[in-house]
């Protein structure tokens, strides 16, 4: 009743105030002429305006530059605050000449920072032929905010003496514009600083300047971003991206409001309880029946809670959506105090939410193989594949010491798990390896997320993938080919494996099958996606260790999965992803198995850890990847091993130049506004330096993620973009090159006795 109430009360609301002043600015368009309004909310091709004429840049230091237009339009901008300040201060309006005024003194301020930064953007492309970073970005943003700004301020020119004239409308427009080009100047301050320090060749702060980053960070967190979450969010985007990227956030809002009072809830319920209990505990002995445990959720429990999620956020998001400033203000009180179950809870919608789950095969082609394969993990792939990370040497032991010295091996495991040093995958993982060996049956159970089992067209046939319990638990990923080639003679010419994006503690690759199912149809090869254990469940480097595993996997059943037994193997993933694929393209090297042919990522993270970068202060506006939510994400895949940001498989950035040396060819596809947009810059550029084959292509006014918006509304330049890596990919699978002469493992095979030792190649000491 009082969300009703609380519905009513906003819509009124809307009717009286708000609306009227959207009517205004359409109708005011229609009659003036002025589309620079309904252009913006009515998805024009570009968010700056092509037609608009400028005059000739004053300062002649930005003829110098790349970025003369930015300058002339500055100094336009600059003459139209002019004018309309001496026009507002004759007739003593106060609020607009606060404004205005506000608006020409971050000019003066922005002007000279945009104009170092323009000197310094092309000294940090990953190459000439390549240009982008984060330096390029931000004055892309500036651009398109400047060009936001100028139709208003002539549209004040041409009509402030006009009885049509509003002046509260365009008050409140250049008043968020102010606060816009107040948080850009800081950060166009920010990457002066950081160009001048790094010795202009690099786009981190040097190790050197730790703590200088670190006060950074920090002043970074306390700016008010919130004018980049209202009616403005996601401007410079592609008018379709940022049509998309509002409903992401206002469901994004709606669906906190519903996580916050459902936490509320929970937590009174849980202290009423308490109280109740404590108040009633008899003093010797209690004759009432004894609590029943509560069963684990099932696959219903998680969809009629997903149902309900579901429901709250659509409910309050209305009022978002009516609300801008509200969402604004909402979403940014969640970002300052963003945790793991609530980025869990809402981009897991998309995968257990009824009709959200389905999308993939709603919208996207059909396929003749759909199917989860459950890869056991034997005694060999503990001491092979998981020997990473600060207890690989002990899980060696447990796999391989006799019998008599197993309770050694408990007590230090139970040592570790005081400590809250294994992680709770670990832990099952150290309980599953004592049970078999000292005889105990047990029931294996996925090591991440329940199963989710849908009907799917299955081949009937035989089985090429059967199961067998080794009792060591096992990794699943899931099989999709476009054609049924179990009944063709015609290979492949390879394999993609994919892994999937989420920030390493969401999502799986039932939510990625938009894209991917287009993939395996275009390219006609199958595409084995990891669904790999997620973050706090499992900290690093259990991920990356289970990718690696099933890459070894695939290398030893190519034939059956139908690439043939010399067909090419390409790495392919996004985001969190992107940074599995170079780990395990690292590990394969370490290792000294047989290399990937080809690592082709998007967007991908590489130095896990938050870091400053021109391109990661862009995380202070942007809808999908905020400061807060990627600094929880990089905590909880850190998990409680802070050192662990050093080792390459974390932080590819990171590794050796003898590592790089050996990589296989890199085919990067950023985005121009991505917050991960540095990483990519410089893995390419110390990748290109070491004489290897490595690209980098930018898609222009793109924001992080877009793979999944391409074909949900997300226009012609996202699906440009995701055709260019499929482009990447095709030829990397026609390649001529192979890495098949370096030699593999042998598939694993279960034996009943027989210990198997090995050598522990991680980057941890034991």
Same mark, same amino acid.
């Given at each position: 009743?009082?969300?009703?109430?609380?519905?009513?009360?906003?819509?009124?609301?809307?009717?009286?105030?708000?609306?009227?002043?959207?009517?205004?600015?359409?109708?005011?368009?229609?009659?003036?002429?002025?589309?620079?309004?309904?252009?913006?909310?009515?998805?024009?091709?570009?968010?700056?305006?092509?037609?608009?004429?400028?005059?000739?840049?004053?300062?002649?230091?930005?003829?110098?530059?790349?970025?003369?237009?930015?300058?002339?339009?500055?100094?336009?901008?600059?003459?139209?605050?002019?004018?309309?300040?001496?026009?507002?201060?004759?007739?003593?309006?106060?609020?607009?000449?606060?404004?205005?005024?506000?608006?020409?003194?971050?000019?003066?301020?922005?002007?000279?920072?945009?104009?170092?930064?323009?000197?310094?953007?092309?000294?940090?492309?990953?190459?000439?032929?390549?240009?982008?970073?984060?330096?390029?970005?931000?004055?892309?943003?500036?651009?398109?905010?400047?060009?936001?700004?100028?139709?208003?301020?002539?549209?004040?020119?041409?009509?402030?003496?006009?009885?049509?004239?509003?002046?509260?409308?365009?008050?409140?427009?250049?008043?968020?514009?102010?606060?816009?080009?107040?948080?850009?100047?800081?950060?166009?301050?920010?990457?002066?600083?950081?160009?001048?320090?790094?010795?202009?060749?690099?786009?981190?702060?040097?190790?050197?300047?730790?703590?200088?980053?670190?006060?950074?960070?920090?002043?970074?967190?306390?700016?008010?971003?919130?004018?980049?979450?209202?009616?403005?969010?996601?401007?410079?985007?592609?008018?379709?991206?940022?049509?998309?990227?509002?409903?992401?956030?206002?469901?994004?809002?709606?669906?906190?409001?519903?996580?916050?009072?459902?936490?509320?809830?929970?937590?009174?319920?849980?202290?009423?309880?308490?109280?109740?209990?404590?108040?009633?505990?008899?003093?010797?002995?209690?004759?009432?029946?004894?609590?029943?445990?509560?069963?684990?959720?099932?696959?219903?429990?998680?969809?009629?809670?997903?149902?309900k999620d579901g429901a709250k956020a659509v409910m309050h998001g209305v009022g978002y959506w009516m609300n801008p400033k509200l969402r604004a203000e909402s979403l940014?009180?969640?970002?300052?105090?963003?945790?793991?179950?609530?980025?869990?809870?809402?981009?897991?919608?998309?995968?257990?939410?009824?009709?959200?789950?389905?999308?993939?095969?709603?919208?996207?082609?059909?396929?003749?193989?759909?199917?989860?394969?459950?890869?056991?993990?034997?005694?060999?792939?503990?001491?092979?594949?998981?020997?990473?990370?600060?207890?690989?040497?002990?899980?060696?032991?447990?796999?391989?010491?006799?019998?008599?010295?197993?309770?050694?091996?408990?007590?230090?495991?139970?040592?570790?798990?005081?400590?809250?040093?294994?992680?709770?995958?670990?832990?099952?993982?150290?309980?599953?390896?004592?049970?078999?060996?000292?005889?105990?049956?047990?029931?294996?159970?996925?090591?991440?997320?329940?199963?989710?089992?849908?009907?799917?067209?299955?081949?009937?046939?035989?089985?090429?993938?059967?199961?067998?319990?080794?009792?060591?638990?096992?990794?699943?990923?899931?099989?999709?080919?476009?054609?049924?080639?179990?009944?063709?003679?015609?290979?492949?010419?390879?394999?993609?494996?994919?892994?999937?994006?989420?920030?390493?503690?969401?999502?799986?690759?039932?939510?990625?099958?938009?894209?991917?199912?287009?993939?395996?149809?275009?390219?006609?090869?199958?595409?084995?996606?990891?669904?790999?254990?997620?973050?706090?469940?499992?900290?690093?480097?259990?991920?990356?260790?289970?990718?690696?595993?099933?890459? =070894?996997?695939?290398?030893? /059943? #190519?034939? $059956?999965?139908?690439?043939? %037994?010399?067909?090419?193997?390409? &790495?392919?993933? !996004?985001?969190?992803?992107?940074?599995?694929?170079?780990?395990?393209?690292?590990?394969?090297?370490?290792?000294?198995?047989?290399?990937?042919?080809?690592?082709?990522?998007?967007?991908?993270?590489?130095?896990?850890?938050?870091?400053?970068?021109?391109?990661?202060?862009?995380?202070?506006?942007?809808?999908?990847?905020?400061?807060?939510?990627?600094?929880?994400?990089? =905590?909880?895949?850190?998990? /409680? #091993?802070? $050192?662990?940001?050093?080792? %390459?498989?974390?932080?590819?950035? &990171?590794?050796? !130049?003898?590592?790089?040396?050996?990589?296989?060819?890199?085919?990067?596809?950023?985005?121009?506004?991505?917050?991960?947009?540095?990483?990519?810059?410089?893995?390419?550029?110390?990748?290109?330096?070491?004489?290897?084959?490595?690209?980098?292509?930018?898609?222009?006014?793109?924001?992080?993620?877009?793979?999944?918006?391409?074909?949900?509304?997300?226009?012609?330049?996202?699906?440009?973009?995701?055709?260019?890596?499929?482009?990447?990919?095709?030829?990397?699978?026609?390649?001529?090159?192979?890495? !098949?002469?370096?030699?593999?493992?042998?598939?694993?095979?279960?034996?009943?006795?027989?210990?198997?030792?090995?050598?522990?190649?991680?980057?941890?000491?034991?």
């Amino acid at each position: 009743k009082l969300q009703f109430l609380y519905f009513i009360e906003r819509t009124m609301a809307l009717i009286t105030g708000e609306w009227i002043d959207e009517v205004y600015r359409k109708i005011h368009a229609t009659l003036t002429g002025d589309k620079g309004e309904a252009e913006e909310n009515s998805g024009n091709k570009s968010p700056v305006d092509e037609n608009m004429t400028l005059k000739t840049c004053p300062n002649p230091l930005w003829s110098e530059t790349e970025y003369e237009e930015l300058g002339c339009a500055l100094w336009e901008m600059k003459d139209l605050l002019g004018n309309n300040i001496e026009y507002f201060s004759g007739i003593d309006t106060i609020d607009m000449t606060r404004v205005l005024t506000l608006l020409a003194t971050e000019w003066a301020l922005l002007e000279e920072g945009c104009l170092s930064v323009a000197r310094a953007a092309c000294r940090h492309d990953a190459d000439p032929d390549m240009p982008g970073n984060g330096y390029r970005s931000l004055l892309s943003i500036v651009l398109a905010a400047t060009y936001k700004i100028i139709p208003r301020l002539k549209d004040c020119c041409r009509q402030r003496e006009s009885l049509l004239f509003n002046k509260n409308v365009h008050i409140t427009d250049l008043d968020d514009y102010g606060r816009i080009l107040s948080l850009l100047r800081k950060i166009v301050q920010y990457a002066v600083m950081a160009d001048s320090i790094s010795c202009r060749n690099h786009l981190f702060l040097p190790e050197s300047e730790a703590e200088l980053e670190k006060q950074t960070i920090q002043q970074f967190a306390e700016y008010d971003c919130s004018c980049f979450y209202g009616r403005r969010a996601a401007f410079y985007c592609d008018p379709k991206i940022r049509s998309a990227l509002s409903v992401i956030i206002t469901a994004m809002a709606g669906y906190d409001a519903g996580f916050h009072s459902t936490t509320e809830n929970t937590e009174n319920s849980s202290q009423q309880q308490q109280q109740h209990q404590d108040c009633n505990q008899l003093p010797e002995e209690d004759d009432g029946p004894s609590p029943q445990p509560q069963r684990p959720p099932t696959e219903v429990d998680t969809q009629l809670k997903a149902t309900k999620d579901g429901a709250k956020a659509v409910m309050h998001g209305v009022g978002y959506w009516m609300n801008p400033k509200l969402r604004a203000e909402s979403l940014i009180k969640r970002f300052r105090s963003c945790d793991v179950p609530f980025a869990k809870g809402f981009w897991g919608l998309t995968e257990s939410a009824p009709l959200a789950q389905h999308t993939g095969s709603i919208i996207s082609p059909w396929m003749a193989v759909n199917r989860d394969i459950k890869i056991p993990i034997t005694d060999q792939d503990i001491l092979t594949c998981f020997d990473d990370g600060p207890f690989g040497p002990l899980l060696a032991e447990a796999i391989n010491a006799p019998l008599d010295q197993l309770p050694s091996v408990e007590t230090r495991v139970s040592a570790a798990m005081d400590k809250d040093l294994l992680s709770e995958v670990e832990i099952k993982q150290f309980n599953q390896i004592l049970s078999k060996r000292k005889g105990i049956c047990t029931t294996v159970t996925p090591l991440d997320t329940p199963l989710r089992e849908l009907t799917k067209l299955v081949l009937k046939s035989i089985d090429p993938f059967p199961f067998v319990d080794s009792g060591l638990g096992y990794v699943q990923a899931q099989l999709l080919q476009h054609s049924n080639d179990a009944q063709t003679t015609q290979r492949t010419p390879g394999i993609i494996v994919h892994f999937h994006g989420g920030g390493f503690v969401a999502q799986s690759p039932k939510s990625h099958e938009v894209y991917l199912r287009r993939w395996t149809k275009e390219l006609g090869v199958p595409i084995i996606s990891v669904d790999y254990s997620l973050a706090p469940e499992a900290w690093f480097p259990r991920a990356v260790q289970e990718c690696y595993f099933v890459y =070894k996997w695939v290398l030893a /059943n #190519r034939a $059956s999965l139908g690439a043939g %037994p010399k067909g090419r193997v390409i &790495l392919t993933g !996004d985001s969190a992803g992107g940074n599995l694929a170079v780990g395990v393209a690292i590990k394969a090297i370490i290792s000294g198995i047989r290399k990937p042919d080809a690592v082709v990522v998007s967007y991908p993270v590489l130095n896990v850890r938050l870091a400053a970068s021109p391109s990661r202060a862009m995380a202070l506006l942007d809808p999908l990847l905020p400061m807060g939510l990627l600094e929880c994400c990089l =905590k909880a895949y850190t998990g /409680n #091993r802070p $050192s662990s940001d050093k080792s %390459p498989l974390m932080s590819p950035l &990171l590794a050796s !130049d003898a590592l790089l040396k050996q990589f296989p060819p890199v085919r990067i596809v950023a985005s121009e506004f991505d917050p991960l947009l540095d990483d990519s810059i410089v893995f390419i550029r110390k990748l290109r330096s070491m004489g290897n084959d490595a690209t980098i292509d930018v898609a222009p006014r793109m924001p992080h993620g877009f793979l999944n918006l391409a074909y949900l509304g997300g226009g012609d330049d996202s699906i440009s973009a995701v055709e260019l890596v499929v482009e990447h990919l095709s030829r990397a699978l026609q390649g001529t090159s192979s890495n !098949d002469d370096v030699s593999i493992d042998p598939p694993t095979v279960l034996t009943e006795s027989g210990s198997v030792t090995t050598t522990n190649t991680g980057w941890f000491a034991p």
